[in-house]
């Protein structure tokens, strides 16, 4: 057992060290703040109530800025929506308490949390935006919001005392006691510090982590393994406004009065500019970007020379980072440090794997260098379910030698015998799982349903095309039943029906006869319906393993709040999750040696198994294959049949729309042909093959 | 009846034509880029202020400081999609990279504008036969201003319907609005085509601050306002789709000159957005758009 498979174990990662160097950057952060206050101590004497001692006002700011910030990072980061409006929620958050404590007589704390509550609720109707409409709508109407809330600041004088604002907050008590300015410090950085781990739990820790960056990238299999997208962006962004709300709140007693200019929509612009600075979509990117460019409004108004400037800097910063460094400091770091640090599987992978492995089996100029026997081995190792890693790096790849074909890899010298011997190899590792795989296809036996998946006089038009004719398809479980037909056939748009992603004008699909609601592609999985892409829609920086992991989603029941907490449950999940995720690696023949390499590194036939692999890791009863063999080559295909032969072997009920015939003829228990819409023969390979109407519109006789 | 003719419905037409402008002047943007360009209402503000330069301060004839300041705003979206667009769009089509690199460029015209001309409003004087004063037409006491404005509107509209349809690079537009890919494959060059969308929504941006400077003044502040509305009218008329722009620059005018008569102004923007969200809800397409089916 290699080390990293040893660590991809032990998902929680215990031990006092690990911890410290999780945690190095908040640790650091700390131990500047801490030097900062020590400061301040000595510099400013007994002073600290005063406003004036301007450091520890400043610093108060910051921390309120930068909690604003890495709530916007979880929206327009993590989600991918960016939102312009966050300065507003900030104004709702200040206006919600300063009314509530002036004005109502509410205590500080209660108002504060209605502060964040409202601004949450504010949130909502502009996130209905993204229902169905995509990212840089929602960024306009958050541009607008903060339009309509400087409007009604200054028109509901009543309300928000108009242009002057409202006067007279005083400093909260906490057990008793009026926080001066330090103390109000010690308390910002301390909800800094919890919502900075709370989200931290949330993102790395949680099935959620995966589920918002599937959202944001690969929208299509986030639906497919039964996440909602709508739903997912509208909590998202109710939690970072609460964020920005909470914020807002605990500002408003810092200046003690508030008007419209306090909240200018520079900010907004500025609050993304410090993410972007940081790193959209890394936990530490908002506090990295924030402590590196709070200083610059304060710079650029203390110079008078320079203020007539200030927005024109913003601009410009802004600009060349988009130009220059679009992933951010801490994105940067990132890709340097993987880089450097090259864990060996990681190069291997990237020399052996990516380059040689997937071209040299198809170029026979590479094979004739020499380099087709590596790129058979590197293709053997990858597929060994164990030892995989180790193997590239210090070990032998016989060191895994029960599952290892028995054609010794160095035997493959020329490039043409590789690649049978890669092929032979792949079929005889696939077609024999190992058992605890097979486990997590071990709920398939007990159904007594007719059939596993119906469609049932489908209808489907595109304005005036009609795609689908009154389509029906029965499929008898634990069979492979394949939709083949020509080019606008209509297939691809009946699998589309059939997963919910499109919406039908007539007819009903069936699974295991529960009728499945029209045009909700995230219910399919629930209904026992997984489903791949024609195109790749894996998440390239994330490892394999997560990759899988996000299959697992629709068998979650961690909310995102609980999600956010290092509870019981969330750990058990997670180590359920990551369990099953292994076993599905093995099950479709990649092994658990590649569990922890980041998924755009792979070949191309291997992404299309992780897919695969995603999509069992749904635990589906019945898994649909949208032309899963396009792109792959002859041995790459072969060990793909015979995968879908140990799944059917498994109980599993296999519908494949593919356009390979061979493979079709192969595989198939039932072919039906699609021709114009409607269905144009049905039955096995033989009787398909002999049908004079199916002859006649593939050979066009 | 007559007060409502001449205070509310005229006005709300000249107003409205000129959002229904600046919302084509985004679809000229969108078509082939597939971007919202947020600096556009500074553009807008550009080109009433460059009037202001030209026209009121330096005497420049009419048609010499229209054609100069529809060059400029083609000159400043030209450099943005050069510098700010392209690089964000190539690298993610779908990223944020371009929202905020348009956001850059909108913080970055704002400060030249304030560096150059200040934040006081000036009053610009009319243009010829575009008169802001009220004259009796039809025995009706309105400006012709409003009227003016609309048939330029419509003639816009009805020469842009054209050159889509019958010009090459008009039908390459479209071609590359449908699937840019496939556009490519054909041979149309996306690149020139995306610049020429640029280069033509700056122009009519520019022209449209131009043609609004008598009417609102010409100021700094006026971007996010037409920033606002245009988007408001291309989003409700359907992204894309000018005649749809027109005509819900129309409504929108009117609705912001009944708020104005009947509620208040401080709430024009708050009814226009409530209206936008709510219409985008139930037709995302817009008013006139057609639903375009996902893609798996």
């Known amino acids: 057992m290699s080390a990293a498979t040893q660590t991809a174990r032990r998902p929680a990662g215990r031990g006092l060290a690990t911890v410290a160097v999780r945690n190095a950057p908040l640790l650091l952060g700390l131990g500047v703040l801490l030097l900062f206050l020590l400061w301040t101590r000595v510099d400013i004497g007994g002073n600290w109530s005063s406003v004036r001692s301007k450091p520890l006002f400043l610093a108060n700011q910051l921390m309120l800025y930068m909690l604003v910030a890495i709530g916007l990072n979880l929206i327009s980061g993590y989600v991918g929506a960016a939102s312009i409006g966050h300065i507003a929620l900030y104004a709702i958050g200040a206006y919600s308490v300063a009314i509530l404590t002036t004005k109502h007589g509410w205590g500080f704390w209660p108002a504060l949390l209605a502060g964040g509550l409202i601004a949450a609720a504010a949130s909502l109707p502009v996130g209905l935006i993204l229902l169905r409409l995509s990212g840089w709508y929602f960024s306009v109407i958050t541009l607008l919001l903060v339009v309509v809330v400087n409007d009604l600041e200054i028109q509901k004088a009543g309300l928000t005392g108009g242009g002057a604002g409202i006067f007279g907050l005083t400093m909260p008590h906490l057990f008793g006691h009026a926080l001066d300015l330090r103390g109000y410090l010690y308390l910002l950085i301390a909800v800094n510090v ?148 090259g864990r060996a599987a990681y190069d291997a992978y990237e020399v052996a794997g990516a380059e040689s492995g997937a071209d040299a089996e198809r170029d026979p100029r590479v094979a004739a260098m020499g380099l087709g026997a590596l790129a058979t081995l590197a293709g053997l190792r990858r597929l060994a379910p164990s030892g995989a890693r180790s193997g590239t790096a210090a070990r032998p790849a016989g060191a895994s030698a029960e599952v290892l074909p028995a054609t010794p890899p160095t035997l493959a010298a020329d490039g043409a015998a590789g690649s049978v011997a890669a092929a032979e190899a792949n079929g005889a590792v696939l077609s024999a799982p190992a058992p605890a795989a097979l486990r997590i296809l071990g709920e398939q036996a007990g159904t007594d349903a007719e059939f596993a998946l119906e469609s049932i006089d489908i209808r489907k038009s595109f304005g005036d095309a009609i795609a689908l004719d009154g389509v029906t398809l029965r499929v008898r479980p634990g069979t492979v039943h394949a939709v083949i037909g020509p080019n606008g056939s209509g297939k691809t748009t009946l699998l589309n029906i059939a997963s919910g992603f499109y919406r039908q004008d007539a007819g009903q699909i069936r699974v295991f006869g529960r009728r499945v609601a029209r045009g909700r592609p995230y219910r399919a999985i629930r209904h026992g319906l997984a489903r791949t892409f024609q195109t790749q829609q894996l998440l390239p920086e994330l490892t394999v393993l997560e990759n899988v992991m996000l299959g697992c989603h629709a068998r979650g029941r961690v909310s995102m709040l609980d999600g956010m907490l290092p509870l019981p449950h969330v750990r058990r999940e997670r180590r359920r999750f990551h369990a099953t995720a292994l076993d599905c690696l093995d099950l479709v023949g990649l092994g658990r040696g590649i569990a922890e390499t980041p998924a755009g590194l792979l070949p191309f036939a291997h992404q299309r198994l992780v897919e695969i692999a995603r999509a069992l890791a749904g635990r589906p009863r019945v898994l649909l294959l949208d032309e899963p063999a396009s792109g792959l080559h002859a041995g790459e295909v072969q060990a793909f049949a015979s995968l879908v032969r140990s799944l059917r072997q498994a109980g599993l009920t296999v519908v494949l729309v593919e356009h390979n015939f061979g493979l079709v003829s192969e595989l198939a228990d039932t072919i039906t042909v699609l021709d114009a819409g409607a269905v144009l023969a049905e039955g096995d390979f033989e009787t398909v093959r002999n049908d004079p109407r199916v002859v006649e519109a593939y050979l066009g006789a | 009846m007559n007060s409502f003719l001449t205070d509310v419905f005229i006005p709300a037409l000249g107003i409205g034509a000129l959002y229904g402008l600046v919302g084509i002047s985004f679809n000229l943007i969108f078509a082939p880029a597939g971007t919202f360009n947020f600096a556009q209402g500074q553009i807008v503000m550009l080109g009433g202020l460059l009037a202001l330069s030209f026209y009121q301060q330096n005497g420049w004839p009419v048609l010499l400081a229209l054609v100069a300041v529809m060059a400029i705003g083609a000159a400043v979206a030209l450099a943005e999609e050069r510098i700010a667009v392209w690089p964000a769009l190539r690298r993610d089509p779908h990223g944020i990279g371009w929202v905020l690199s348009t956001l850059a460029v909108f913080t970055i015209i704002q400060n ?185």
């Open chain 1, 194 to 341: 919890a919502v900075f781990l709370l989200l931290r739990h949330l993102v790395e820790r949680s099935r959620w982590g995966r589920a918002f960056v599937a959202v944001r990238d690969v929208e299509p299999a986030a639906c497919a393994v039964g996440v909602h997208p709508f739903l997912v962006r509208e909590s998202a962004l109710a939690l970072s406004a609460f964020i920005a709300g909470l914020a807002g709140g605990l500002f408003a007693p810092l200046p003690g009065t508030i008007n419209p200019d306090s909240f200018p929509i520079i900010d907004s612009i500025f609050f993304l500019l410090a993410v972007l600075a940081g790193g959209f979509g890394t936990t530490a990117g908002p506090v990295v970007g924030m402590a590196v460019l709070f200083s610059l409004p304060q710079v650029l108004a203390e110079q008078p020379s320079l203020r007539r400037y200030s927005f024109l800097v913003y601009g410009l910063v802004l600009l060349l980072l988009v130009i220059f460094l679009p992933e951010g400091i801490v994105g940067g770091v990132q890709r340097l440090w993987r880089r450097l640090t």
């Open chain 2, 112 to 296: 030249l504008a304030i560096l150059q001309w200040g934040t006081t409003p000036q009053n610009v004087k009319s243009f010829p036969a575009l008169s802001v004063s009220r004259h009796d037409v039809f025995g009706l006491q309105v400006a012709p201003y409003h009227f003016g404005v609309l048939l330029i509107a419509i003639a816009i509209t009805v020469a842009l319907y054209l050159f889509a349809r019958r010009s090459a690079i008009g039908r390459a537009t479209a071609a590359v609005a449908q699937d840019r890919d496939a556009a490519a494959l054909r041979g149309v060059n996306v690149r020139l085509v995306i610049s020429l969308g640029f280069v033509m929504g700056g122009a009519l941006a520019c022209l449209t601050g131009m043609l609004a400077a008598p009417l609102t003044l010409a100021t700094v502040n006026v971007g996010l306002t037409f920033t606002f509305r245009g988007f408001t009218a291309a989003a409700l008329g359907g992204m894309g789709d000018n005649t749809g722009a027109l005509t819900a620059g129309l409504a929108l005018g009117l609705m912001e000159q009944l708020t104005l008569r009947y509620w208040q102004g401080g709430y024009v923007n708050l009814v226009i957005l409530l209206a936008l969200l709510g219409l985008l809800l139930v037709r995302p397409e817009g008013l006139f758009g057609q639903a375009v089916p996902r893609r798996v």
